[in-house]
């Protein structure tokens, strides 16, 4: 019997096509990557990589891209093939790493193959799950450092979900690896079926006769319905004549009481439904924290009970147990008691604002089918694995930090991924509720197969360069970048560039052959005409730019109670300011209260000149401009004041078309126009008659040209972008002392080795920090502080100004942003991007927390919620681990730093 059907026969049931494919590329000594939907089966091919590992006496490293998904590997490697032959290796946790199979990170695997570890030893396989995370923005290249280091005689089992593009990817693959099959697989193990949710109906998506419970009849109309989307079916005309009657009548004017209003139906209803045809349990997606939360106590004041006695007391005896260890106090903040509550009746919420130990805690009593609903955020689709028969869409609209935006069909088609379990349902359920603002024809056109593109986020760093300067020349690490999926796109999308680059000079060349005048040199005429309008333009630039500084300056100026006219509103009436606020880019904005007691935002967009001062008037010393007394109280105040006829503004002169005379520039710019006009004037070519003939051609190829030297500046930035940002990056880790030695050969220092260590987004400020002393001379809470600023980022747009907890922190925090200060300076004169700025917004807390306070002190005054302090505080944690492990001279206070934020609630998640 081969080494397939061997394993093959540990299964009950036989594989699908897909799974043999995988198998046989591994077993015929190819690298695979199977593309293929959640749940459809494919961590079957990564298990194959490491059963043959172990019947071959060799190792296997499988790989996740987060923390959680390698404890659910771990554990089920070790229920497979016994405790004594797996490790797990993540930034928290070391078992058993000598193992022949180790589950890690891959951000540990990358390290090792830096480190040259001698754990690579006798590798066989690499199984990198969920390898599609090598799009993720913040961490996606460091699959891309592993699969172009990896030895090239070790096997790869990557693992995706399905992409619209894994062809290429796999291409990229077969070429690094010295050969891959691609295996694509589009068929779900378990059909899903569309319906829509509006009042008290549930209805297919697609026309399929009536759809009913799990009896023969609704069986069969789910088939049917399954059928008609396969086929690309219109949308059920049903849905769309309720939609269509339900607007008509409303614009006529007929209110909810004719029955023709359209709602969402309410969430007990709607689970009462979803049990009645036995469609729990059901991930509900809710793209808010606090609607995730508020779901939950809706249903639990609705009087919601999805379980059974014997049930609620298993699931009692599981959530104190996993909260044993748990003080009360802080269990009291977490409100654990109306958490556990709903839990024991089957009702949950899932999202990153809670504590790890409670996301945890729901998922394993959702697989263990005691959770029946679960509101959860879109990052539960992301890798843990909590299938359900049904999954529900609150709203297809959500925040992208800017606006709501619509949800792509690839976005709906890895939400509904969840539905449909294997081995226990028939048929997934996805259910999208009624939206106010989309249409169902729109909703209708989401539902399918189609996917997002894999596209590499890879960009060389600080650490990267050292790392690869370790261990090659520079020419060697130059071929590696080369060899990365990020080049091979630049690559491949400058083809169709360069052809087009080619016919527009063959154009080119046709158009100057009409750019002739027989009245004289028509070139050096239109070479004047050229740099005329290059002045005019940029005079007009500097106009704008000037009108924009002199209203920048004026917001900046104003203070609360002064009363303005602003110019540029359609309404110009004087407005009174009640505070100036300034955004993440430092430019100014006035909030004002309008006579109509309305609030008004100012900034440069809205204005056409500096705002005029007109008087001013007293603010309210109680509430603030959200609350309609205090609006009404401004408004009363802004009526009574008087104000000058108006004259003109102080900033006139920056808001028309001239500057002050003063202006050198501007004064040597008009009298070059006024030079080139009258040499234009005189030029022979000027009078000829066929003069607009030969312009038009001329216009043409301005245009052409334009357009062909930005393609040409685009495929240039394509060909070796890594390479040249390699370079920059190089040449300021040289300027900066971490790189010495030949160009060929630079070969990194003390300083440069200590760099090597430190795997964060802002590792050359950090490694600046270090060298200069900064962290030194700190006790253990106000090195966690310090250690914060590196790794924390707030969530919120404006945050508060932040208080200093001792003064060596207010100090070391004032040095740290003169050193990011002329670093990024340096960057910018290299061309590179800008280290992200310091962000203090953890310090207060985390000095609180490692000094030993109680959660709800530690939290108190921040908008923290427990779950991003958890994470927040880990994240300190493994920067804190950094340094104590790299060669920085802190190794005893990061460990004392370390031991102080590792406890509580945080340590119950390592």
């Not at 540990?108 to 193959?113: D, G, H, Q, S, T």
């Not at 976005?411 to 226990?424: E, I, K, S, V, Y």
């Not at 197969?449 to 090659?472: C, D, G, K, T, W």
């Not at 603030?624 to 009526?639: D, I, T």
């Amino acid at each position: 019997m081969s080494d397939p059907d061997r394993f093959a026969a540990r299964y009950a049931h036989p594989l699908d096509d897909f799974q043999d494919a995988g198998i046989t590329a591994l077993h015929e000594g190819r690298s695979v990557l199977v593309a293929a939907p959640t749940g459809a089966g494919k961590t079957v091919v990564g298990e194959y990589g490491v059963w043959r590992a172990l019947d071959r006496g060799r190792r296997c490293f499988y790989t996740t891209p987060i923390k959680a998904l390698s404890n659910q590997k771990y554990g089920d490697l070790c229920r497979e093939h016994g405790e004594g032959r797996v490790g797990l290796l993540t930034g928290d946790h070391s078992i058993n790493g000598d193992a022949p199979v180790v589950v890690m990170t891959t951000e540990v695997l990358r390290n090792m193959l830096y480190e040259r570890s001698r754990a690579l030893d006798g590798l066989d396989t690499v199984v990198l799950d969920e390898v599609h995370y090598l799009a993720d923005r913040e961490r996606g290249a460091v699959w891309e450092e592993t699969i172009v280091q990896l030895a090239a005689d070790v096997q790869l089992a990557c693992l995706s979900a399905t992409v619209s593009n894994a062809e290429e990817f796999g291409a990229w693959l077969a070429a690094t690896r010295d050969g891959c099959d691609v295996v694509i697989s589009e068929r779900r193990p378990v059909p899903l079926a569309h319906h829509y949710a509006v009042n008290d109906r549930i209805e297919p998506i697609f026309k399929a006769g009536k759809q009913g419970g799990q009896g023969r009849k609704g069986a069969k109309a789910a088939r049917e319905a399954a059928a008609a989307e396969a086929r690309g079916g219109v949308p059920n005309p049903d849905l769309v004549m309720l939609e269509r009657r339900a607007q008509q009548r409303g614009r006529r004017g007929r209110g909810p009481g004719g029955g023709t209003k359209l709602l969402p139906p309410r969430r007990s209803d709607l689970v009462a439904s979803l049990r009645e045809r036995r469609w729990l349990p059901a991930i509900v997606f809710v793209f808010s924290r606090a609607g995730c939360d508020g779901a939950v106590g809706q249903l639990v004041g609705d009087g919601v009970r999805l379980t059974s006695k014997e049930e609620r007391e298993e699931i009692r005896a599981i959530v104190d147990d996993r909260a044993a260890d748990l003080e009360r106090a802080d269990l009291d903040v977490l409100d654990f008691g109306p958490w556990r509550e709903a839990l024991a009746h089957g009702i949950a919420s899932h999202h990153a604002g809670m504590v790890p130990l409670f996301r945890e805690t729901v998922e394993e009593l959702f697989v263990r089918g005691l959770v029946k609903v679960c509101f959860a955020t879109e990052t539960l689709a992301l890798g843990i694995n909590m299938p359900a028969r049904t999954v529900v869409i609150e709203r297809l609209e959500k925040w992208d930090g800017q606006q709501h935006v619509l949800l792509s069909p690839g976005q709906f088609t890895q939400l509904t991924g969840r539905a449909g379990r294997r081995g226990l349902d028939e048929r997934g359920h996805a259910v999208v509720l009624h939206q106010r603002d989309v249409d169902f024809t729109t909703v209708a056109s989401l539902v399918g197969r189609r996917v997002e593109p894999l596209i590499s986020r890879f960009q060389p760093s600080y650490n990267m360069a050292v790392n690869l300067l370790r261990r090659h020349d520079r020419a060697g690490a130059e071929q590696l970048l080369e060899a990365s999926f990020a080049q091979w796109q630049a690559r491949n999308r400058v083809v169709d560039d360069e052809a087009r680059i080619e016919r527009n000079r063959e154009a080119l060349e046709g158009y100057a052959e009409n750019l002739v005048s027989d009245y004289g040199d028509f070139p050096d005429y239109w070479g004047l005409r050229r740099e005329l309008s290059r002045l005019e333009k940029a005079g007009a630039k500097a106009r704008r730019e000037a009108r924009q500084r002199a209203i920048t300056e004026a917001l900046a100026d104003l203070a609360p109670g002064e009363v303005v006219r602003p110019p540029g509103r359609r309404d110009d009436t004087p407005v009174a300011v009640v505070r100036v606020i300034w955004t993440k880019s430092g430019t100014p904005l006035a909030e004002a209260v309008t006579t109509d007691r309305k609030l008004v935002r100012l900034g440069p967009r809205e204005l056409d000149g500096p705002p005029e001062r007109v008087g001013r008037v007293p603010l309210p010393h109680a509430g603030g401009p959200r609350q309609p007394a205090y609006r009404k109280q401004v408004a009363n105040a802004l009526r009574q004041v008087e104000t000058a006829p108006r004259v003109g503004s102080p900033g006139d002169a920056g808001n028309g078309d001239t500057l002050p005379e003063t202006d050198a520039e501007e004064a040597e710019r008009q009298a070059r126009i006024a030079e080139l006009r009258e040499s234009i004037g005189e030029h022979p070519v000027h009078h000829d008659p066929a003069r607009s003939e030969i312009e038009v051609w001329a216009h043409r190829y301005d245009e052409l040209e334009r357009d062909t030297a930005k393609i040409e500046r685009r495929v240039a930035r394509h060909t070796h972008s890594l390479v040249d940002t390699f370079r920059r990056i190089v040449g300021v880790l040289g300027d900066h002392g971490y790189l010495d030695g030949p160009q060929e050969a630079p070969r990194p220092t003390d300083d440069g080795l200590a760099l090597a260590a430190l795997h964060l987004e802002a590792d050359l400020l950090l490694a600046e920090c270090l060298r200069a002393g900064l962290l030194t001379d700190l006790d253990p809470a106000e090195l966690a502080a310090v250690a914060s600023v590196f790794v924390h980022e707030t969530r919120m747009k404006d945050p508060p100004p932040v208080a200093s907890p001792t003064a060596r922190v207010d100090e070391v925090l004032d040095a740290i942003d003169e050193r990011w200060q002329r670093l990024s300076e340096h960057e910018q004169a290299a061309g590179l991007p800008v280290t992200r700025e310091p962000d203090p917004g953890f310090v207060e807390v985390v000095h609180r927390w490692a000094r030993g306070a109680h959660l709800d002190a530690a939290l108190d005054g921040s908008e923290l919620t427990p779950g991003d302090f958890v994470r927040g505080t880990k994240r300190v944690a493994d920067l804190l681990r950094q340094l104590r492990d790299a060669d920085t001279g802190l190794a005893s206070p990061s460990q004392a730093a370390h031991r102080a934020i590792v406890r509580g609630v945080v340590a119950a998640d390592l």
